[in-house]
Every structure is written in structure tokens, then in C-alpha cells.
């Protein structure tokens, strides 16, 4: 991963830690214009070893959960590379890089579930 695309990422996960809710829809609207950001986003999630992973997966959660319908589905696209991320690593016995994919991957079947 490049210096550039983790500046990214590093800014779009302090970003929303300083977000007032007010400005939450406004800012998922956006959100899905920046093709650059998910670009890095599944960079990152490719990356098992990534020390943005973690950071990464928690906000995804935490776009999941916030109820807003575009952050919803913003998280959702990550989906299926998640899962076959999260198979890939389990297949090769390093099932400690994986615990934070796997705690996003319940997470989101939790919230579905319930």
C-alpha cells in the first residue's frame, strides 16, 4: 500500500470520529463519490497483516450500525471481500490476523439476525 492511500485511509477513519451526528447523512451521501477511498479500502482489507485492518473493520461496523441507510450500504460493498478474506486466512491457519474481520462478519449477521 502507498504512503498516499494510507494518508487516506488514516483521514477517512478520523474523519468520522469527529463527525456531529447532524452531518451524518450529508457526509454518507459523499461518501460514495470517493472511489479513491474504497480503492485503499479494499487494499487495506486485502492486507491481513495491515495495522489498518482493525481500525478499518471497526469503523465499517460502526457504519453498519449507525442506522444511516447509506452508511449501510457503504459497508456492504466490502462484504464479499471480507468473506473471502476471512476464508483465505482461516485456510491458512493464521486465524490471528483474522479476528477483527470475523468480529465485523458477526457483527453485521447479528444485526440482521435480530
Not at 20 to 38: F, H, M, Q, R, W
Not at 60 to 77: A, I, K, N, P, V
Request: proline letters at 4%; a negative charge.
Amino acid at each position: 500500500m502507498f504512503t498516499s492511500e494510507k494518508g487516506l485511509v488514516e483521514e477517512w477513519l478520523s474523519e468520522f470520529k469527529t463527525l456531529p451526528e447532524t452531518s451524518l447523512p450529508n457526509y454518507a451521501t459523499n461518501l460514495k463519490d470517493k472511489s479513491s477511498l474504497v480503492s485503499s479500502l479494499y487494499k487495506v482489507i486485502q492486507e491481513p497483516q495491515s495495522e489498518l485492518l482493525e481500525p478499518v473493520c471497526h469503523q465499517l461496523f460502526e457504519f453498519y450500525r449507525s442506522g444511516e441507510e447509506q452508511l449501510l450500504r457503504f459497508t456492504l460493498q466490502f462484504l464479499p471481500e471480507l468473506i473471502w478474506c476471512y476464508l483465505s486466512v482461516s485456510t491458512s491457519r493464521n486465524v490471528h490476523s483474522s479476528g477483527c474481520i470475523e468480529a465485523l462478519l458477526l457483527g453485521v449477521y447479528n444485526l440482521v439476525c435480530i
